[in-house]
């Protein structure tokens, strides 16, 4: 019986009603909006290392989902300001529990017509053993939280 892989991608598209540069500029520079923009999600935000955006940073948020409250410690892991690419590695929090690694991805928010962009994400992760789920319930929540900032941006 083949042993089913550890590691994974699974790779989204999120629709923005506002410019890519706006969009990149709230991951890259303004995620300490990111409570602003999902009250009903994020409990907390804190930036405990570097400067919000920048190579190295790293931030702590607490959230909750469904009733659930639960902490993530995010590393910027690389940032490309030119081609719109961020990746957050997770470093603490609950999801280590599950999976040995977890990134996401902003791999590029692409201008669409009348005003709005497109971002691409990849979940990338490893999972502590074969009897963890594959995160499609993390990615639908990020989809779900992107959503969110997207309406937020709409409005600010």
Request: glycine share 8%.
């Amino acid at each position: 019986m083949a042993q089913a892989s550890l590691h994974g991608k699974l790779q989204y598209d999120v629709e923005y009603k506002v410019p890519a540069d706006k969009v990149y500029e709230f991951w890259s520079c303004n995620f300490s909006d990111v409570q602003k923009a999902c009250p009903k999600i994020i409990n907390n935000i804190e930036l405990v290392q570097g400067c919000w955006g920048n190579e190295g940073s790293i931030h702590v948020m607490t959230y909750t989902i469904d009733g659930k409250t639960e902490t993530c410690e995010e590393m910027v892991e690389a940032v490309d300001y030119k081609k719109k690419f961020i990746s957050f590695k997770v470093i603490g929090g609950n999801l280590l529990d599950y999976y040995r690694c977890v990134k996401f991805i902003l791999g590029q928010v692409s201008p669409k017509g009348g005003g709005g962009s497109l971002a691409s994400w990849t979940l990338e992760y490893e999972k502590l053993d074969e009897n963890v789920p594959d995160p499609i319930a993390l990615r639908d929540e990020a989809v779900h939280f992107n959503k969110a900032i997207s309406a937020y941006l709409s409005h600010a």
